[in-house]
């Protein structure tokens, strides 16, 4: 039996010492596979739809009543992908990249705004032929659902807030903070390297992940520098009208925050919740901005079991 063990683990170290060496070989193709075999675990498949001036990609998987997930500044459709594997079961769920996001059309020329964001949200919701669904967003795409709420009421079934940017008097975060000291922004790489920057700033625990596929995630992130920057200096001039407009919007609402946030404080939570009447507060320790990254399994039973209350 020692011996059968012992064989087993040489075999297990030559697999991934294998697989290690595939990714130092071919980070692109190993970046795509693994992606790949995670949608496939979670149930999901790649699609793309048009909308006035853009192609969205855009996952799709489950079934039943449609939930719709839009993710944040400089983020992508996958990063709900861990999250979806607790949620394709009971919803059909639709993970979207904004347009000058992920693998959705870039134009230089075109304006990201949120309220430009929110009425792109609408289109694509008529594109995929959704009159309405419920709705869930991280940081700057809770921000936009939140938006939406407002534009479109009746097409808010319910709102999934993940960490939602769009308060204004909610305490200065840390990345706020050093934006405004020093204009340093750490949530966009202008070369690969600063990609681990901004892994540690959105992540209390961050998830591992191989080298050579960070070294990806690095050079994609880089590659559309002067684009987010541009998207984020716009951004940070809007004005915050989200408190005045959202105020005793009934919508009902789930309001998720790790009070290890150092990209949006904490003290956000308790802003939504004061603004929506029918709002609750997950508040998740020693988790960071990303909590459907961070604890997808944790994140997903409290979403289904909120919704299980909300259908009673």
Same mark, same amino acid.
């Given at each position: 039996m020692k011996k059968v063990l012992i064989a087993l683990i040489l075999v297990g170290v030559a697999a991934v010492g294998s697989l290690f060496a595939w990714m130092q070989l071919d980070p692109q193709g190993a970046y795509t596979r693994l992606g790949?075999? *995670?949608r496939g675990a979670a149930g999901l498949t790649a699609h793309q739809l048009t909308i006035p001036g853009f192609d969205?990609?855009?996952?799709?998987? /489950?079934?039943?009543?449609?939930?719709?997930?839009v993710h944040g500044f400089g983020a992508?459709?996958?990063n709900?992908?861990?999250?979806?594997? /607790?949620?394709?079961?009971?919803?059909?769920v639709y993970a979207i990249d904004l347009p000058g996001f992920g693998e959705s059309s870039k134009p230089l020329e075109a304006r990201y705004g949120i309220r430009e964001q929110t009425e792109r949200l609408g289109?694509?919701?008529?594109a995929l032929k959704l009159r309405s669904a419920h709705l869930?967003?991280?940081?700057?795409? /809770?921000w936009i659902i939140a938006a939406f709420s407002v534009l479109y009421p009746e097409r808010a079934d319910s709102l999934w807030l993940l960490a939602a940017a769009g308060t204004a008097t909610a305490e200065e975060s840390e990345l706020r903070r050093v934006y405004r000291e020093t204009g340093e922004l750490k949530l966009v790489a202008e070369t690969p390297e600063d990609f681990v920057t901004i892994m540690d700033m959105v992540f209390a625990q961050p998830p591992f992940i191989p080298g050579p596929i960070k070294t990806v995630l690095g050079e994609r992130a880089a590659a559309n520098h002067a684009l987010h920057q541009r998207i984020f200096d716009s951004l940070n001039t809007e004005a915050f009208w989200? *408190?005045?407009?959202?105020? /005793?919007?009934?919508?009902?609402?789930?309001i998720v925050w790790g009070d290890a946030d150092r990209v949006l404080d904490v003290s956000g939570a308790a802003v939504y919740d004061r603004l929506l009447p029918n709002g609750e507060v997950r508040i998740l320790p020693g988790i960071g901005h990303l909590p459907m990254l961070e604890a997808p399994a944790r994140?997903? *039973?409290?979403?289904l079991a909120w919704r299980d209350r909300l259908g009673r």
């Open positions: 790949a075999l *995670e969205v990609a855009y996952l799709q998987g /489950g079934d039943g009543p449609p939930l719709v997930l992508d459709k996958d709900f992908t861990r999250v979806a594997k /607790g949620l394709t079961p009971h919803y059909t289109q694509i919701m008529d869930g967003g991280s940081s700057m795409g /809770g989200m *408190e005045p407009q959202l105020a /005793g919007n009934p919508v009902p609402a789930l994140v997903a *039973e409290d979403y």
